[in-house]
Every structure is written in structure tokens, then in C-alpha cells.
């Protein structure tokens, strides 16, 4: 049966979703979201789901409200799962409550997923409590968007002892102040504006109201933006947590898998960047391939794990086919800290790892080991560089090259992120080459580019794509770059 969800998507941090507004999103076979819930939350996004984008920026609405309404009831009654995603929480200024009716006009189900509201959350990135004991008690929201229509009672507004918090309010920010002032509200009155706030764009002035609007003009704030005024402007120095965070201000785009994007995306944040994650790349698992091979499995004296997915596909075929890992006799050799990481969680210790994510490398490690006729079995990636192969041959071995699984063009449906992206790291070659297929090469060339290591270094001199090559490769050399650079 169909039924509509109207979605509270939070201030624009993906990271401040509600658990609930994920489980939800999965489900929606249509989406419709607007402007301020920000592209970052269409990656929870059922793949198949037919998504709308409605617009809603100030003086220029994509659809209007009765468009909207009415589009809900028509996918609704398509027998659509909809999901309404709306910025902050539907019913704070974001005219949920009109859509709920319209939907109840028409006998149409539907449940509301509350979110982070801005005029909360925004401040709170900004540094500034919207109360505090004996400071501010109360506070008061009002949405400033057009003062002259809404009966703003300012002689009340201007004698309330809390905190006053306008939405959708900047182009009347002068005449909000004005309005305070001249019913009595002291000029040296601490005020301020957000904008953007919790996301990488976010920028603040700081004032009071006789001359924050000035201020906010002179640091070219605009929307979407917060203003707020009381004592509690005071402690957004102090209390200012998230600008003060190494990485603040970046958008880093990783290109890598979903499940390999995670460590280095939380640790990125952990810093205070913005993530943009676009999958450009698919792991298309071919453990069948494996299985002529495992028959052999005591034969071979080496088992040569190149990457996280190869460790991963391999041990998993290993579950499937019933064998006991401690019944292989062969030596686990593995290059980089992460697949090292992947074959240890697996309770097997390498015998040999090479330190850097290199193929040259890795033989260098394995070489002085090497006799003549040595078994290896190499599980590794359709795509990958033959160098291995061709290096243990030539050293006299016999080699079985499985190809385990494929690396293909990953799905998103985010891909508008990019425009705000500063920053591109690169992993693989793979990762270039389906980037410029899913963004351009343009798009590319405009950002800074960061570089794991020598082989992705040179998919992007072929490419002609200025980059910087990390020291070390693995998520913490990316991190140490990215640091350097800010610095």
C-alpha cells in the first residue's frame, strides 16, 4: 500500500541524519527533496528509487507548494513509497503540516520522520548555545522572510529577555534589526549570522544588531543563513568547537568503494572536513573462478593477497567451499598495512608484507625467499597490473593467476556533490579512469588532487591531471597529506 514519509534531512550535514530517516530512505521508491537537505543524503537512497528535485531557493522556487502537494498525491497514488525530504524538521517552517493535510484531503497514509532543526544545530556548529543559565532561559524562533506580510510584533520581540533566532530571514536582516532598535532593544545588543552552517561552507559574522548587517554583507554572507540575537553570542568564540578543527572549510571527495570509503572518511571528519563520497568504483566478486584452485591449496608455498577485496574474496570462497584455513601450508604474503590488516582479521599472520601499496615493492620483500619452482597462488583483480605475475614467473615460479573478482563503474546518485568538492583523492587507476567518466575531466582538473601512491600517480600524468603523491600509501599518508596541506 502506498503511503508518504515526510523526511526531516537535518541542517545539511549528511552525518546528522536521524537512524530513522535512513531506514526510511531505503524503502522510498520516489524521492523528492529540496535545496537545503543537501545532495549528501541521496546516498541512503534505495538505487532503483525515481528521484525529484524541488527546488525551494529564495525568490526562485524549482516547483511551487501546490506543485509539490500535488505531485505527492499523484506518485503516491502511482503506489509509490514516497519519501518528502525536507532541510531541518518538517514541521519547523518547512510547511510539512500543509502537505500532511493535502495527503489527508486525498485519504493518502502518511508518517512523519522529525530532524535536527537548523536554527538549533547551526548555532550550535557556530559556537553559540541558544541558551544558558542565567544568560538566556528562553528562546524564541521566528522565520524574518517577509517581515512586511507575517505581523511581526516587534514592541513584544524587542522586550523578550531570551535568545531571538530568524530563519529564512537575511534579506530583511537590516530591517530586523532596525525594527528592534527603534522599539527599544539596545544597538550593542550581540548578534550574529550563520551561514551554511554545519558543512564545510559554513562562515559566521559576529556583531551586534547595529552593525551585524553590515558585517555579514562585508564577509559576503548570504542564504540559507541563521540570525541570532542575545547574550549567548558571547561564547562563540569560545565555544566554537567545529571551526577550530584542522580540516574545517575542506570538501573531500573520496572515490573509492562504500565499504572501503568508511575508515578514512570518518577519520577526515573527525578532523572537521566535509566528505563527498562518490563510489566510482564496484567490486564485482568472481569467487567462482577460485575454485579449480582450491583443490591444490597444499601445493602452493605462497598465497599472494594484493589488495583489501582480493583478501576478502579469497577467505570468503575459503567459507563457502568448507575448507579450514589451517589446513593451508602455504606462506601469506601481502603488500600495504591494509591488506596486511584484512588477512590478521582473518587469524592468519603474513609472512611477508610489504610496507608501501606497490607491486615493485612487494617482489623486492618476496625475492630473497624465492626458489626456483615455488607454487604461488596470486587471487587478485581483473583489472590489476600484470607486474606480479611477470616478476614471479621470471624468478622461476609457477604461478595460478586468479582473476577473483572486477572493479566496475560504481553507481551514485550524488554526483551534483562534486561541484562543492576542494579536494579529490585518487587510490587507484581504476578510481581515475571512472571519475572522469562520471564527472569529467574538466570537472577534475579544477580541484587538488591528491595521489596514493606511484601507479595512481601515473594514470594521472597520462591523464595530464595536477596532483601531490602521499609519503606513505595508506589512509594515514592521505591524512598527513591532507594536514600538510592546510598548513
Not at 571551526?243 to 562504500?258: A, D, V
Amino acid at each position: 500500500m502506498s503511503k508518504v514519509y515526510l523526511i526531516g534531512g537535518g541542517p545539511g550535514n549528511e552525518d546528522l541524519i536521524t537512524l530513522k530517516a535512513i531506514k526510511v530512505l531505503k524503502k522510498c521508491t520516489a524521492i523528492m527533496y529540496d535545496r537545503l537537505s543537501g545532495e549528501g543524503i541521496l546516498k541512503y537512497v534505495n538505487k532503483d528509487a525515481v528521484i525529484y528535485y524541488c527546488g525551494k531557493e529564495p525568490g526562485s522556487h524549482y516547483k511551487t507548494q501546490d506543485e509539490i502537494n500535488e505531485m505527492l498525491i499523484t506518485l503516491a497514488k502511482q503506489g509509490h513509497t514516497v519519501g518528502r525530504v525536507k532541510g531541518g524538521d518538517p514541521y519547523i517552517f518547512g510547511r510539512g503540516g500543509e502537505e500532511a493535510l493535502a495527503l489527508l484531503k486525498e485519504n493518502i497514509g502518511f508518517e512523519v520522520v522529525p530532524g535536527i532543526t537548523s536554527p538549533i544545530s547551526v548555532l550550535n556548529y557556530g559556537g553559540i548555545p541558544v541558551t544558558h543559565r542565567k544568560i538566556a532561559q528562553s528562546f524564541h524562533i521566528f522565520t524574518g522572510k517577509s517581515v512586511d506580510k507575517l505581523n511581526l510584533d516587534f514592541s513584544v520581540i524587542a522586550k523578550l529577555k531570551g535568545t531571538l533566532i530568524f530563519m529564512m530571514s537575511f534579506e530583511n536582516l537590516e530591517r530586523i534589526t532596525s525594527e528592534l532598535i527603534n522599539n527599544g532593544m539596545d544597538e550593542k545588543t550581540p548578534a550574529a549570522v550563520v551561514m551554511w552552517g554545519t558543512t564545510a561552507k559554513q562562515k559566521k559574522a559576529v556583531g551586534n544588531i547595529g552593525n551585524i548587517g553590515v558585517l555579514a554583507r562585508e564577509r559576503g554572507l548570504g542564504n540559507p543563513a541563521i540570525i541570532v540575537v542575545g547574550e549567548v553570542v558571547n561564547f562563540q568564540d569560545k565555544l566554537n568547537w567545529f571551526e577550530k578543527k584542522p580540516l574545517f572549510g575542506r570538501n573531500i571527495c573520496i572515490t573509492r568503494t562504500k565499504e572501503q570509503s568508511e575508515e578514512l572518511s570518518e577519520k577526515l571528519k573527525e578532523l572537521g572536513a566535509e566528505v563527498t563520497e562518490i563510489n566510482s568504483i564496484k567490486i564485482k566478486e568472481a569467487k567462482k573462478s577460485i575454485e579449480p584452485f582450491l583443490e591444490r591449496l597444499e601445493q602452493y608455498q605462497y598465497i599472494v593477497i594484493t589488495s583489501v577485496n582480493a583478501a576478502n574474496n579469497f577467505f570468503d570462497a575459503l567459507m563457502e567451499n568448507n575448507i579450514d584455513t589451517r589446513t593451508i601450508k602455504g606462506r601469506f604474503v601481502t603488500i600495504g598495512p591494509a591488506s596486511d590488516k584484512a588477512v590478521r582479521m582473518r587469524g592468519i599472520v603474513p609472512f611477508l608484507s610489504a610496507n608501501e601499496f606497490v607491486s615493485e615493492k612487494l617482489f623486492e620483500v618476496m625475492e630473497p625467499f624465492l626458489k626456483e619452482g615455488d607454487k604461488v597462488l596470486l587471487p587478485r583483480s581483473k583489472n590489476g597490473r600484470p607486474y606480479m605475475v611477470e616478476a614471479l614467473t621470471d624468478a622461476g615460479c609457477e604461478v595460478d593467476d586468479c582473476h577473483i573478482y572486477e572493479t566496475v563503474l560504481g553507481e551514485n546518485n550524488n554526483l551534483g556533490q562534486f561541484k562543492e568538492v576542494d579536494t579529490v583523492i585518487f587510490t587507484s587507476p581504476s578510481t581515475v579512469k571512472n571519475m572522469i567518466t562520471l564527472v569529467g575531466l574538466e570537472a577534475i582538473r579544477e580541484k587538488k588532487v591528491i595521489s596514493i601512491g606511484p601507479i595512481t600517480s601515473k594514470e594521472l600524468q597520462r591523464q595530464e591531471i595536477s596532483f601531490v603523491q602521499c609519503e606513505e600509501s595508506c589512509n594515514d599518508g592521505i591524512v598527513k597529506q591532507l594536514l600538510k596541506s592546510t598548513n
